[in-house]
């Protein structure tokens, strides 16, 4: 569950934990928690807001033969996080006998390396498959039931109706959390993803007979309550959605109560992420992982599963637009919002900027390892110097402040743009500003003028380009970006002669402010323009009488 904190309570934590000797945080390590403040959240992490650079590793690599391939990548990266698979079938390749060696091993190794971790549960679903599960689970299907197509065949996916599948997963579960709790007191490890991109594609739910009979009787009314519905069947209540509602509800609660029995052991944060169904509309229940969390049932999954802090979206569509869509559909006051995949081409990094914007715990591109893997088309093919910077100059700036960021964007509105797929500008009015980003521009001069149309700069007609915005005060702006020109201009309630008062560039040290150089003259007469560096300005606006 998310605790519920205030700013007071939350600053009263961060001033304990300046001032507590070293020795005794290390000895009452507090764990990771999420706190929410109004619309915004925040991952507590040794006793103050922290914000998840991250990488996620290809599937295969998770094992040690495979982790010398990874950290030099993360490093480049700049990123403080790795995400990197447990599977079942490593922690109990024979029914009762559990070897704990690669946590152990990767522990040691992100700890050397400086790095955190968010562990991923490949139970069983990944990827809505079952080939993480151990030998012993895999091949018995009378023990361990795939779900049944209408017409009485097995589908490939395990169904979630059975106990006896449950109860194994949870078993080995519960045992990966009391070998954190036993061997991570440092809490190396910030999050755990329970299973990966639930549900089944091309068959809604299963339709075998126990689930029949369970389909045919009525909506738990625990559900029928939260969707705001009258009692019934679930073919009544729901209509065309009633197969995947019913799935989505079942698998919910499997993933619910695995995610609780961990949590009875060692209560990190946990998350279930999203195969997307698409950004708009409501999608077709054979074409998507029906069951997953998916933006139009997360009232379900909220329902269902308490024990999960938040639901997060996969991301792999590069459409601006629905990127967009997917952000605003996750980024709730019940969600902090967490983006643990995305494609790592760079047509994706720009997105960065709207996801912190949003308030977002943390974001990481997946395959980013020397392995030789790739996923393309929804990633990047063969990982190069290019590929990987594209990520690496945004991470490079904020991994200095990655916990003054993260405190900020708890205690202020935010706001974060990328550049959308035709170019256009846009717009956001806090209080008496209103900031328009554009982009194709050079740093010096005009918008508008016949020479620079002739002479667009070479990035003009790319997918990059981005800013990020902090609200500090009414008239006082924390700004980044790339490959973007910003304009603050008055609002409809803004001044009558609004002028840029004063512009520093600097950084944070220890979470105090301190200004490098001031910005001027050419540097602010067209603009606050970002191009391939991306610097931290603290801008204050005002006007004169």
Same mark, same amino acid.
């Given at each position: 569950m998310i605790a519920r904190s205030g700013v007071t309570a939350t600053l009263v934590a961060l001033l304990t934990?300046?001032?507590?000797?070293?020795?005794? %945080?290390?000895?009452?390590?507090?764990?990771?928690?999420?706190?929410?403040?109004?619309?915004h959240h925040a991952l507590l992490v040794d006793g103050a807001p922290f914000l998840m650079l991250g990488a996620q590793a290809n599937n295969s690599s998770n094992y040690p033969s495979a982790l010398p391939k990874v950290w030099p990548v993360l490093d480049q990266l700049h990123a403080n996080t790795l995400e990197i698979p447990v599977a079942w079938q490593q922690v109990e390749p024979e029914e009762g006998k559990f070897d704990f060696s690669w946590v152990q091993t990767l522990l040691e190794q992100a700890r050397s390396h400086d790095k955190r971790l968010v562990l991923l549960w490949f139970g069983t679903w990944k990827n809505t498959n079952p080939n993480y599960t151990p030998a012993w689970v895999l091949t018995n299907n009378r023990r361990f039931p795939r779900m049944k197509k209408p017409d009485g065949s097995d589908s490939y996916a395990l169904s979630p109706m059975y106990r006896s599948t449950l109860e194994a997963d949870k078993r080995a579960f519960v045992q990966l959390m009391s070998y954190l709790k036993a061997h991570d007191p %440092?809490?190396?490890?910030? *999050?755990? %993803?329970?299973?990966?991109?639930?549900?089944?594609?091309?068959?809604?739910?299963?339709?075998?007979m126990a689930a029949q009979k369970l389909f045919d009787g009525p909506v738990p009314a625990a559900l029928v309550k939260a969707q705001h519905k009258q009692p019934g069947n679930w073919a009544r209540v729901f209509g065309d959605q009633a197969d995947r509602?019913?799935?989505?509800?079942y698998l919910a609660r499997y993933v619910n109560e695995i995610a609780a029995a961990g949590k009875e052991v060692k209560p990190l944060p946990m998350y279930a992420n999203a195969a997307l169904a698409g950004a708009f509309g !409501?999608?077709?229940?054979?074409?998507?992982?029906?069951?997953?969390? %998916?933006? =139009?049932?997360? =009232?379900?999954?909220?329902?269902?599963?308490?024990?999960?802090? !938040?639901?997060a979206p996969d991301i792999y569509d590069a459409k601006s637009a629905d990127v967009a869509a997917y952000l605003d559909?996750? =980024?709730?006051?019940?969600?902090?919002?967490?983006?643990?995949?995305?494609?790592?081409?760079?047509?994706?990094?720009?997105?960065?900027?709207?996801?912190?914007?949003?308030?977002?715990?943390?974001?990481?591109?997946?395959? *980013?390892?020397? !392995?030789?893997?790739?996923?393309?088309?929804?990633?990047?093919?063969?990982?190069?110097?290019?590929?990987?910077?594209?990520?690496?100059?945004?991470?490079?700036?904020i991994a200095p402040i990655d916990r003054d960021w993260a405190r900020i964007a708890y205690e202020h509105e935010t706001w974060g743009c990328s550049r959308p797929d035709d170019g256009a500008a846009q717009k956001k009015t806090f209080g008496a500003w209103t900031i328009t980003a554009k982009y194709g521009q050079w740093q010096f001069g005009p918008d508008e003028d016949d020479m620079r149309r002739q002479d667009a700069?070479?990035?003009?007609?790319?997918?990059?380009?981005?800013?990020?915005?902090?609200?500090?005060?009414? =008239?006082?702006?924390?700004?980044?970006?790339?490959?973007?020109?910003?304009?603050?201009?008055?609002?409809?309630?803004?001044?009558?002669?609004?002028?840029?008062?004063?512009?520093?560039?600097?950084?944070?040290?220890?979470?105090?402010?301190?200004?490098?150089?001031?910005?001027?003259?050419?540097?602010?007469?067209?603009?606050?323009?970002?191009?391939?560096?991306?610097?931290?300005?603290?801008?204050? *606006?005002?006007?004169?009488?």
């Open positions: 934990a300046t001032n507590t000797p070293a020795a005794a %945080q290390q000895a009452e390590a507090p764990l990771p928690r999420l706190v929410t403040n109004g619309n %440092q809490n190396t490890v910030l *999050m755990v %993803q329970v299973e990966n991109e639930t549900g089944s594609y091309g068959n809604p739910r299963d339709y075998g509602y019913f799935n989505t509800w !409501t999608p077709d229940p054979k074409a998507v992982a029906s069951g997953g969390p %998916q933006w =139009d049932v997360l =009232d379900i999954w909220k329902a269902a599963a308490p024990a999960i802090d !938040t639901e559909h996750y =980024d709730r006051p019940d969600n902090p919002l967490f983006v643990p995949e995305t494609g790592n081409a760079p047509k994706f990094a720009r997105y960065f900027w709207s996801a912190l914007g949003h308030g977002a715990i943390g974001y990481a591109p997946f395959g *980013m390892d020397a !392995t030789g893997y790739f996923n393309y088309p929804l990633g990047a093919g063969p990982l190069d110097d290019e590929i990987i910077d594209a990520f690496a100059s945004k991470y490079a700036l700069p070479p990035w003009a007609a790319k997918p990059i380009g981005g800013c990020l915005v902090a609200a500090l005060g009414p =008239d006082t702006f924390l700004i980044t970006g790339d490959h973007v020109r910003l304009h603050i201009d008055a609002s409809n309630d803004g001044p009558p002669h609004p002028l840029m008062v004063r512009v520093e560039e600097g950084h944070f040290d220890k979470g105090t402010w301190v200004m490098d150089r001031v910005w001027n003259g050419d540097e602010t007469d067209y603009g606050l323009n970002f191009v391939d560096t991306p610097y931290l300005l603290k801008v204050t *606006m005002g006007s004169y009488k």
